[in-house]
């Protein structure tokens, strides 16, 4: 496709469950980026890939997030042991890498824990 | 306090000009963002500056910059129905962009 593509657009998980979100960027887009929106909130950055590795991942909130980039192009976000307080909306976004390019962001993946 | 402030509310009346608000902290920020989300949709890029441009205007908008007090507005010309969004106003800071809490802009009829 020629956006973001996010999958699952919904999940609805119970509290203590594994989750994985999967971010597919724009072809070509070498840098890929996870933020996560609450209600009323802005987008609040977790982390950014360049390529296969995580260039910056201060803004995961604690060791039961993590996010993976195997082969450069789709990226796996994995939340263990669920809590209430991760449901959210998951945005992912790509773009060139390039200083001042547009980043692109998906639809999201909104995720509720019950 | 915040890295990017912004009022949460702005209504206007339709065809009149909207102006939102909007201040940072990193004075290295090197682009300025405006984004736009409409209802269960995702985030749109509306515009952009670059920190050495003091105004920019593409068709209905206008941003304007002052780098001196860290304050970005944008200003949307003829309002319309359409415009009705949360608009999110975010700084670059090193490889990664922060945003603002978003202003919900309703119109008025």
């Known amino acids: 496709g020629a956006g973001v593509s996010q999958t699952p657009s919904n999940k609805v998980t119970e509290k203590g469950k594994y989750v994985e979100l999967r971010c597919d960027p724009i072809s070509g887009h070498t840098a890929l980026y996870w933020y996560r929106q609450s209600l009323g909130q802005g987008p609040e950055f977790l982390i950014y890939f360049q390529g296969t590795g995580a260039a910056d991942d201060s803004g995961l909130p604690n060791d039961r997030f993590f996010a993976v980039r195997p082969e450069g192009s789709v990226s796996t976000l994995k939340i263990q042991r669920t809590e209430r307080g991760d449901s959210a909306v998951y945005l992912c976004?790509?773009?060139?890498?390039?200083?001042?390019?547009?980043?692109?962001f998906g639809e999201g993946s909104w995720l509720t824990v019950v | 306090g915040e890295d990017v402030e912004q009022s949460l509310f702005l209504s206007v009346r339709e065809g009149d000009s909207s102006v939102i608000n909007c201040t940072y902290t990193?004075?290295?920020?090197?682009?300025l963002y405006w984004y736009k989300q409409e209802p269960g949709a995702g985030l749109q890029l509306l515009t952009y500056?670059?920190?050495?441009?003091d105004m920019k205007q593409d068709q209905r908008l206008t941003v304007l910059l002052n780098k001196k007090d860290k304050h970005l507005s944008l200003r949307i010309a003829d309002t319309q129905t359409g415009d009705s969004a949360i608009y999110f106003c975010a700084e670059s800071k090193g490889d990664k962009i922060i945003f603002g809490k978003g202003t919900r802009l309703h119109i008025l009829p």
């Open positions: 976004a790509s773009s060139t890498g390039q200083p001042g390019n547009t980043i692109y």
């Open positions: 990193d004075s290295s920020s090197t682009y």
């Open positions: 500056i670059f920190s050495n441009m």
